[in-house]
C-alpha cells in the first residue's frame, strides 16, 4: 500500500502543529510552500524522540530525569520509566512494526487549526521529552519553561503538555534537599498569580489551581483550593486575606468560600470570615459577608478619621471627610476635626496636574479654637483661617517663561494651634511669592507678589506687585567679526535695572481702618552700570575701574510744618499718586587686587610646610554732594510760640520705599585683607613614607574698613574681622567680630575722637559686638554589634556637618487618598550614606501618626549611633543714659543645641533633639521619640517633656497603607492640656 501525497501532507502538518514555539515560523512558512515540494519527504519511523540531551546523564548531573530524584506533587512517575528505558538500550524499537500505515490511519482526522490558536512554549531550560505511546500526545519541558496563551503567561521548572486535551499542568521540582523551586508564575490582565501547582486548559479556559498567592496593593489573597472559570473570575476555598507579607502572616481574615471577579471591576466577594491572630482564630472578631474591592489611585470615597481624647480639647475625630476626583488631572478633599469641647476645623485641600504643562496644590482652613471649658478662668475661644497654594510650571512647557507661585498666609495664631509639627508651631515668620518671569537674550522681565508676616507682633506686609526689568551687560563696541587682538576701548560694557514696588506694610488690628490705605507707599528705581576696560598693572597688580549712575522715582511727598497749637513739627504726607519726585545719584570707583603667597618649609618632623595666601584689596570710590534742592532737600524757617527763630532741614521725599540720597560728599578708601593658611604634614596612610597631605588651618580670615576723606567727621568706618574653618573634618568653627575706633562720651554717643585718644594704653577700638559658633558630628561605626541587622561596611565612620535624626520626604501635597500632609522636623542627617538605602519611618515625629504617600522620615539602620552638638555664643554692648548715669549693659547669650539617633536594635530607634539655655539657665525645646518596627505592625512615640508645647503621644498601627486608619490605636495629650 502506498501513501498518497494528501496524507503525507495531513500528517507533517499535525507534527507541525505540536512543535514548540522557536519552530512556529518555519512552520508557517513551510505550510505556505507549494504541495509537489513535499513529495519526495519520508515521514520519520520513530513516533518517540528524545532530545539528545536527556541521553546522557552525566550531562545533567541534576537534573530530574536521574533515577532516585523526586519530583513535586508526583510529576508523573511513568515518565520516568520511558527515561530509563532509553537510558538502558540506545537502540529505539520502532512501535509501528513493519506497517507504518497504520499511524497514517489515526492521523486521518480534521486540519487542525492555526500555529496562534495553539498554545506556544519556549524551550526548555534542561530537555524536552516527546511521549506518543500508546495513543497518547504528551510533551514534558523541564528546566524553567514558559507558555504563552493570549494574554496569560505561565512560567514553571516543570510542564506536562497532554496535546489532545489541550490542557497543561506546570509544577515546581524538588532539589536534593526536598527544596521546591521554580513554582508556577501566572500572568493575566494585568495580575499575577503564584501557585504549587495549576492544570489549564486551553480549550475552556479553565484552572483548577493549588494554594494560589495573589497581590493587589497592599493585599495579599491567598487561597488553598481555586478554581480559574472561562470570564477569568476565581472561585476559592479556604482563603486568607491579609496585607502582611510573610510567607507565615502574622495576621489574616480566613474566609470560608470566596469569589474574584474581574469584570466589569475587580473585587473580591467573600462568605463568612473571621480573624486569626498569631494562629489563635477569633470567632468573636467576624463577619457574614464582605468584600474588596480593588483600590484604584484616584477614585472618589470616604475619609476615615482618626479618634483620640485630650483633657483640654476633649475626645475627638480629626481629618474625616470626603475624597472626590475630579476628571483626570483635579481632585478635592473635604475634611473637618472636631472635638467635644467645642473646637472645630474645617479644610479644603486639592491638587492639580497637567503633565508637561504645571502641577500644584491649594489649602485653605477655617479653625475654631478654644481651651479649656467655658465658664472656667482657662477658657480660651479664637478662630484662624489659612491659606497655602504651591504652583510649579514645567520647563519644558515654554522656555524662556516660568511661573510659579509658594504662598503661606495665615491669622496669627493659625500655627499655635493647628500645626502638624513643633517646627510649624515654633515658626513665628512665614512668606510667600507669586512670580512670573520672561527671558530674552539680552532682556529679562519678572513680575512679582511677595508677602512677609510675623506671628508674635502680628504685622503683614504685602508688595504687589514687583516689577523688574533687567537688560544684561552688553558692549557696544566690540567687533562681530574680529581680527586681531582686541581694542582696549571694546571692553566698555554697559547694563541696566529698573524696579517697581507697590507695598503695604500693617498691623493685624489695623486692618479695615479708614486710614488704612494711606499706608501704600510705591517707588521706581532705576541704577545704570558702565564698566570700564580692566587693567593689569606691574604683571600682579589687577585694576578694575566702574561708573554708577542711579535714579529713584517717588509717587508721594511729605511736607513738614510748625503747629503752634501744639508746639510740635508734624509731617503731612500726600496721597499715594499725588506727587511725583526724582533724585539722582553718581558714584565712580576703581578696585586693585592682587595675591602673595607665603610658603615655610621644614627639614623635620612631621609637618613639612605651611602655606600663608595674602588677598589683598583696595577700591576707591566718589561720590558729590546729593543733599541737594533737586534731590529733594527743603529748608524751613518758623518761630515757635517762645518767640525763638529756627530752622528745620529735611527731605520732602522721604519715608518711601526707597532712601533718598544722604547729605554730604565722599571720596573714600576701602580696603579688604583676606587670608588663607594651610599646612602639608605626612601622610601617615601612605605605605612608601613620602606621602603627604594639606590640612586647613584657616579656610579664610577677613579683615576689612573704610576711610571717608570728604566726611566733616567720623571718617574711619568701624573694623570687621571673620574667621571660619574646620578642625579635623570635624568640627566647624565660625567667629566673627565688629570693632569701633572711636570714642564714646559721657551719654554713650560716639564723638569725632579716636578711642585709644581718650583711653590711652592700647584701647585702640572698642568691641561693640561678637559671635562664635561651633559645630561637631560624630557618628558610631559603621559595623553595628548585637542585633543591628547588617554589617555596613559602606559606611564611614564620622559624618560631616549638622544635622537631627531624619530627613525630609518629598511629597509635600495631599497623598493618594486625599488627605494632606504635615511638615517634617529633620534638617539632613549628619551620617554620611553608603550603597545601603535608608528604612522607611512612615510616622510623623510629634503626633506619631502613620502617613502613608506623605512626608517619610528616614533614619540609617546600619549605624549604631549618630551625635550632633551645636554651640553658639553672641555678645553685644550697648549704652543707656539713664538718671544722668551712663550704664554699659553687656549682653551675652550662649546656647546648646543637640540632636541624636540611636539603634538599639535592628527594628528599634530611638531619637533625641534638645538644647540649653546657658544664659538663661533653661532646657529649649526638647523632644523624644522612638519607633519600633514589628513587621507589618509599628510602635511609635514622641514626647516633649518640657516647655510650652509640653506633650506625649503613643501610636500602634498597621504600616499597610489600606489598613493604617483601621487597624490602628492611639493615645496622646497636647499642650492645652496643661
Known amino acids: 500500500m502506498t501513501i498518497s501525497e494528501r496524507s503525507i501532507i495531513r500528517i507533517i502538518t499535525l507534527v507541525l502543529s505540536i512543535c514548540s514555539f522557536s519552530l512556529s515560523l518555519r512552520a508557517q512558512e513551510q505550510t505556505r510552500r507549494d504541495s509537489s515540494s513535499f513529495a519526495g519527504m519520508r515521514m520519520s519511523r520513530s513516533p518517540l524522540r528524545v532530545n539528545s540531551d536527556s541521553l546522557r546523564v552525566d550531562l545533567l548531573p541534576h537534573d530530574s530525569l536521574q533515577a532516585g530524584s523526586h519530583i513535586a506533587d508526583s510529576l508523573i512517575a511513568d515518565s520516568l520509566l520511558v527515561v530509563d528505558k532509553l537510558l538502558a538500550d540506545s537502540t529505539v524499537v520502532d512501535s509501528l512494526g513493519a506497517d507504518s500505515l497504520s499511524i497514517a490511519d489515526t492521523l486521518q482526522r480534521p486540519r487542525p487549526k492555526s500555529m496562534v490558536d495553539f498554545p506556544a512554549f519556549t524551550a526548555a531550560k534542561d530537555s524536552t521529552v516527546e511521549d506518543f505511546t500508546n495513543g497518547h500526545r504528551i ?24 496535546v489532545d486535551k489541550q490542557v497543561v ?15 508556577p508564575v501566572m500572568k493575566q490582565g494585568g495580575m499575577t498569580y503564584q501557585m504549587d501547582n495549576v492544570f489549564y486548559n486551553f480549550k475552556t479556559n479553565k484552572a483548577t489551581i493549588k494554594n494560589m498567592l495573589s497581590q493587589e496593593k497592599d493585599g495579599i489573597m491567598r487561597g488553598d483550593n481555586l478554581n480559574m472559570m472561562p470570564d477569568k473570575s476565581i472561585n476559592i476555598s479556604g482563603g486568607k486575606y491579609t496585607v502582611c507579607d510573610c510567607e507565615h502572616p502574622h495576621y489574616y481574615l480566613k474566609m470560608s468560600v470566596a469569589k474574584v471577579e474581574t469584570q466589569p471591576k475587580q473585587k473580591t466577594v467573600f462568605g463568612p470570615a473571621w480573624l486569626v491572630l498569631e494562629d489563635v482564630p477569633l470567632p468573636m472578631i467576624a463577619i457574614p459577608f464582605g468584600f474588596v474591592p480593588k483600590r484604584p489611585d484616584r477614585a472618589t470615597g470616604i475619609l476615615f478619621p482618626t479618634f483620640g481624647e485630650e483633657e483640654a480639647r476633649g475626645l475627638f475625630a480629626k481629618d474625616g471627610g470626603v475624597y472626590f476626583v475630579m476628571g483626570d488631572y483635579f481632585d478635592i478633599a473635604v475634611t473637618g476635626s472636631f472635638y467635644s469641647k467645642g473646637s472645630w476645623n474645617a479644610k479644603l485641600t486639592s491638587r492639580y496636574k497637567l503633565r508637561y504643562k504645571f502641577n500644584g496644590s491649594f489649602d485653605i482652613s477655617y479653625s475654631n479654637d478654644q481651651t479649656g471649658d467655658k465658664g472656667s478662668s482657662d477658657f480660651f475661644q479664637t478662630t484662624n483661617f489659612g491659606i497655602k497654594w504651591n504652583h510649579a510650571q514645567d520647563s519644558k512647557a515654554n522656555p524662556g517663561t516660568s511661573f510659579k507661585a509658594s504662598v503661606n498666609f495665615s491669622s496669627p495664631s493659625n500655627n499655635k494651634y493647628n500645626s502638624t509639627d513643633i517646627n510649624e508651631a515654633l515658626q513665628s515668620q512665614i512668606s510667600s511669592s507669586i512670580s512670573y518671569s520672561k527671558t530674552w537674550s539680552k532682556v529679562s522681565l519678572s513680575v512679582n507678589a511677595l508677602h512677609n508676616q510675623n ?41 541696566y535695572n529698573t524696579s517697581f514696588q507697590n507695598k503695604i506694610s500693617f498691623k493685624a488690628k489695623e486692618w479695615g481702618t479708614p486710614d488704612f490705605w494711606n499706608k501704600m507707599q510705591s517707588g521706581m528705581k532705576h541704577t545704570f552700570n558702565i564698566s570700564l576696560p580692566s587693567f593689569t598693572i606691574l604683571k600682579y597688580l589687577n585694576l578694575n575701574p566702574s561708573i554708577n549712575y542711579g535714579m529713584n522715582w517717588y509717587f508721594s511727598s511729605q511736607n513738614q510744618y510748625y503747629n503752634p497749637e501744639t508746639d510740635k513739627i508734624e509731617n503731612v504726607r500726600s496721597d499715594l499718586f499725588g506727587d511725583f519726585g526724582i533724585t539722582q545719584t ?61 530752622t528745620l532741614e529735611y527731605n520732602r521725599w522721604a519715608g518711601g520705599i526707597n532712601t533718598p540720597p544722604s547729605k554730604g560728599k565722599s571720596a573714600a578708601l576701602a580696603f579688604t585683607i583676606g587670608n588663607n593658611l594651610e599646612a602639608k604634614i605626612v601622610d601617615k596612610n601612605d605605605t612608601t613614607g613620602t606621602g603627604t597631605k594639606k590640612i586647613k588651618i584657616i579656610d579664610n580670615l577677613n579683615i576689612n574698613g573704610s576711610y571717608n576723606f570728604l566726611a566733616d567727621s567720623l571718617r574711619m568706618s568701624n573694623i570687621g574681622i571673620s574667621m571660619n574653618t574646620n578642625i579635623l573634618e570635624k568640627i566647624g568653627l565660625s567667629a566673627k567680630m565688629t570693632l569701633d575706633p572711636y570714642a564714646i562720651d559721657e551719654r554713650g554717643k560716639k564723638i569725632n575722637t579716636f578711642n585709644i585718644v581718650k583711653q590711652g594704653g592700647f584701647n585702640l577700638f572698642r568691641l561693640t559686638s561678637a559671635s562664635i559658633s561651633a559645630d561637631f558630628s560624630i557618628s558610631g561605626e559603621g559595623r553595628g ?70 512626608w517619610v522620615y528616614y533614619l540609617n539602620p546600619n549605624v549604631p549611633w549618630a551625635l550632633t552638638l551645636s554651640y553658639s555664643y553672641n555678645y553685644a554692648r550697648q549704652y543707656q543714659y539713664t538718671n544722668e548715669q551712663l550704664i554699659v549693659k553687656n549682653n551675652h547669650t550662649q546656647t546648646l543645641s543637640l540632636t541624636a539617633q540611636v539603634r538599639l536594635t535592628k527594628d528599634l530607634h530611638i531619637n533625641l533633639q534638645s538644647g540649653f539655655d546657658i544664659t538663661n539657665l533653661k532646657i529649649t525645646t526638647t523632644q523624644l521619640s522612638a519607633t519600633y518596627d514589628l513587621h507589618c505592625f509599628q510602635i511609635s512615640f514622641s514626647w516633649i517633656p518640657l516647655g510650652q508645647w509640653k506633650q506625649w503621644s503613643f501610636r500602634i498601627n498597621a504600616k499597610a497603607a489600606a489598613l493604617a486608619d483601621l487597624l490602628s490605636y492611639r493615645k496622646q495629650s497636647s499642650q492645652w492640656d496643661r
Do not use: C
Open 139 to 162: 510533551l514534558y519541558y523541564y528546566g524553567n519553561v514558559t507558555v504563552k496563551y493570549g494574554d496569560m503567561e505561565l512560567t514553571a521548572d516543570y510542564m506536562q503538555y497532554d
Open 169 to 183: 499542568y506546570a509544577a515546581g521540582v524538588a532539589d536534593t534537599l526536598g527544596n521546591v523551586k521554580g513554582k
Open 455 to 495: 506671628s508674635k507682633d502680628s504685622s503683614y506686609s504685602f508688595t504687589l506687585p514687583n516689577i523688574t526689568f533687567n537688560v544684561n551687560k552688553f558692549y557696544p563696541f566690540k567687533r562681530k567679526n574680529r581680527v586681531g587682538k582686541s581694542k582696549w576701548y571694546e571692553d566698555f560694557g554697559l547694563s
Open 586 to 646: 553718581f558714584s565712580a570707583s576703581a578696585s586693585l587686587s592682587t595675591r602673595i603667597y607665603g610658603i615655610f618649609n621644614f627639614k623635620k618632623g612631621n609637618l613639612k610646610a605651611i602655606r600663608h595666601m595674602i588677598s589683598p584689596s583696595i577700591s576707591a570710590s566718589f561720590s558729590p554732594e546729593m543733599g541737594t534742592v533737586a534731590n529733594g532737600y527743603v529748608v524751613y524757617n518758623y518761630t515757635d510760640i517762645h518767640g525763638n527763630d529756627k
Open 785 to 854: 554589634y548585637g542585633n543591628d541587622g547588617g554589617s555596613g561596611d559602606n559606611y564611614s565612620s564620622a559624618g560631616v556637618g549638622g544635622g537631627s535624626m531624619g530627613g525630609r520626604g518629598m511629597n509635600n501635597g495631599p497623598d493618594d487618598s486625599g488627605r494632606g500632609t504635615g511638615g517634617g522636623m529633620g534638617s539632613g542627617s549628619g551620617v554620611k550614606i553608603g550603597t545601603t538605602d535608608y528604612t522607611k519611618i512612615y510616622y510623623h515625629p510629634v503626633t506619631g501618626e502613620y502617613i502613608p504617600g506623605g
